[in-house]
């Protein structure tokens, strides 16, 4: 589509507001962290503020071509941003703190705010930026602060206590969102672009080696993730469509903001996490909104043995989810347990459950059934949605590593010429994802007392390297000797000797990041024992590192 002129943000908002006229249908349900915060956004009211939040950007010197960092919680400024960012042709970056002080690095500009609540924790994300900022010695960097809902007079929202940290203010160079955006006018002229033009930068989750700046272009990635969210959900207008991931994650990107604007779809746009204030959250939210299309990861539905409340504390009634349609997963293999569980009892059996294979670089869903269309078979992401293999590219695939033309070659087709390779590997004729090829055994749950583990190598002086397993217990079942010889035993017997493991090491829980990917450089260095983990901010929960040092193996 080289040559040919467009705007995202233009077909998104423009187009729905004024030829399909939609401007008053929601475009966005937000839930905040606590139940008592929420409002309803729509698709004018989000074009006015997209437009305010797209002249503030220019005033602050903003243009098109230039990268613009944004380290926001689930908060509609995030979308804001966003598309403020694709209508004047900035290109947005969208952090979630590990990748900061990359980003940051080569951004004029970040967006953050003063914190969360992610639960029941605060977190100060103003002053995790300033000092990312401060290690890069960035002095020209502005700050745009968006104060958290809770202080905000203009939307009534139950009082929080505020936290004892003072947010950090440098008057210097840090500018208050309100402020600025009550100064500009909601009208602003989209910036015609090429259909070439880069729309945003993402570094890939840290789940395998260094990062990698990921760059998607405006037309082919509008194209794709428009197509992909019509036909892998059946999109329909009534629908009320809610992915839980976060934005941060390519998920979001173009299944929260993109793929579902451009269809001028409803969504839920959810703050909290599953488990506050309660384990039922989820089914909660489902409940209140009448959800149609749910979409999440399988480390949130039960991949790890968890009871996710179907109860409702209160009333004690079951949660009605009888609105739901369409059930998704996302970001890595599903269980054969943990789908019938989400088919079974999620969606009462009536629901067809996409298991959508993707990665950072297909810009959308690459393995998929069609619901209600494919067969199913548990587990499985069943089959290309357009293409058997990855011959020749498609609309949304990567344009090239940001910075590094000759990584994007090398990555991703040098390994087998005339191919994309995605590094995952598979079993028949369906695709069974079996987890990453290049660093990774992952033997799923099996034995009745495992509910996950993970493999890793280690040194070894005679094998050169051998097997480090981590393994999380089901509930109430206790670690100790007679259980290590036990599960070798089964290994030795149900897959062979050559992989029984030298050590096997009671893992809690496993570091994951927070779209549920096992962080194995992490495991792995905990193996060999080497203490500097370097960053750990992506982890969902920071202390599973200590607790696996303290229970790491020494000897076999
Ligand atoms: C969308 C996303 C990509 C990696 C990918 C693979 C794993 C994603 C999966 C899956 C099995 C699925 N993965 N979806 N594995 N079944 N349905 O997750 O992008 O963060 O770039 O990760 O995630 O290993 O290569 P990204």
Redesign the pocket.
Known sequence: MEGAKTNMCYNVLDRNVKDENLGERVAFYWEGNSPDHHMAITYSQLLGQVCRCANVLKHMGVRKGDRVAIYLPMIPELVYTMLACARIGAVHSIVVSAEIDIMVSQCSILVTADGVYRGEKWINLKQIADEALEKYEHTHTCCVLVLHYRRQPSVNLSPVVFPVVQTPWDAACDVCWDEVMGQVSEQCEPEWLDAEDPLFILY??ESTGKPKGVLHTVAGYLLYTSLTFKYVFDHQPDDVYWCTADIG???GHSYITYGPLANGGTSVLFEGIPVHPHAGRFWEVIEKYRVTKFYTAPTLIGNVERTPLLTNPVTSCRYDLSSLRILG??????NPEAWLWYYEVVGQKRCPVV???????TGGHVLTPLPAATPLKPGS?VRSMWLQVFRRPWPGIMRTVYGNQERFENTYFKKCPGFYV???GRIDGYYW?T??IDDMINVSGHLLTVAEAAVVSRPHTVKGECLYCFVTLKDCREFNRSLVDELKRQVREKIGPIATPDFIQNAPGLPKTR?G?IMRRVLRQIARNEKDLGDLSTLADPKVEEVLFSQRCETA
């Open positions: 890939t989750s994650w390519i998920t997963t996302v970001g890595e293999p599903i298991d959508t294979f993707w990665q950072t670089e992401a995605t590094g995952d994802i987890g990453r779209s990917k």
